[in-house]
């Protein structure tokens, strides 16, 4: 759909996946958000120097699709390191000089099955949003000049709030842009703007920080997935991958 030059376009949040069939994909840019850990991950994976990421729905593909293309298979189940896979969804995991020139083969609960759902809902693009590409994500937005369906991935199609943060920190840049009639987005922008000085601060009273913290110390996961443009790339996905647009 054009828009003319005096229309703007529409933005919309999705607080979970279970949501998404509600919202008009066809003619919109989806942003899958799934900020611990597996967008922040998949930027961070490509800021330093990955060809690509292909995301899956489940371990045995991840495994198959590796072993075809010499690819490094990865992701997670519940936050642990999926049984069968070596490697997890940790951005830190993934620096310069172990994934450059490589393709990362990303399976994980929430994020990845996500995207599926938006490519079966006929999205017209998708991107990978987090804090740590957040610039890049809105310049995106911008420049594109289409609907914007913000999609959370939430946590096994319940709510969350690091995801509608990263929402809200987006929609706080973008609303003179942006139609912008969405309860969900205000909600999202509202609680950026109470938060937005104090992310690290006010994690530790997030559900997904005690998963990821108290079971597995992830502390530095946690503070490099809050923090913007650390690895301010733009993952777009084509014909089957995630690549720096």
């Known amino acids: 759909m054009q828009l003319t030059m005096s229309q703007k376009p529409t933005l919309h949040t999705s607080i979970s996946p279970a949501l998404l069939h509600l919202y008009d994909l066809s003619n919109s840019v989806v942003v899958i958000i799934d900020v611990f850990r597996a967008t922040s991950t ?3 994976a490509l800021y330093n120097g990955a060809k690509c990421v292909i995301p899956v729905d489940s371990v045995p593909k991840a495994i198959e699709i590796s072993r075809n293309i010499d690819g490094i ?3 997670e189940r519940d936050g ?3 049984e069968g896979l070596q490697h997890g969804n ?3 995991e993934y620096s310069r000089e172990f994934i450059e020139n490589k393709t990362l083969v990303l399976t994980t609960t929430n994020g990845t099955r996500l995207l599926q759902m938006a490519l079966d809902r006929n999205a017209d693009t998708i991107v990978s949003g987090s804090f740590p590409n957040l610039t890049a994500v809105c310049d995106f937005l911008v420049k594109e ?6 999609g959370c991935a939430g946590w096994k199609d319940r709510f969350n709030l690091e995801d509608t943060l990263f ?3 987006v929609i706080n840049r973008l609303a003179k842009q942006f139609t912008i009639h969405c309860d969900s987005s205000l ?5 950026y703007g109470k938060y937005k000085n104090k992310l690290t601060d006010f994690a530790p009273k997030l ?3 005690h998963r990821l913290v108290e079971r597995f110390g992830l502390i530095e996961d946690i503070n490099f997935c809050l923090t913007p443009d650390l690895a301010n790339v733009l993952p777009v996905y084509t014909e089957g991958k995630l690549i720096v647009k």
């Open 80 to 82: 642990m390191i999926a």
């Open 207 to 209: 559900t997904h920080y």
């Open 90 to 92: 940790s951005p830190l």
């Open 42 to 44: 998949i930027a961070s």
């Open 73 to 75: 298979a990865a992701g």
């Open 145 to 150: 000049k289409k609907n914007v369906v913000l």
């Open 167 to 169: 929402a809200g920190a």
């Open 187 to 191: 909600m999202a922008e509202t609680m």
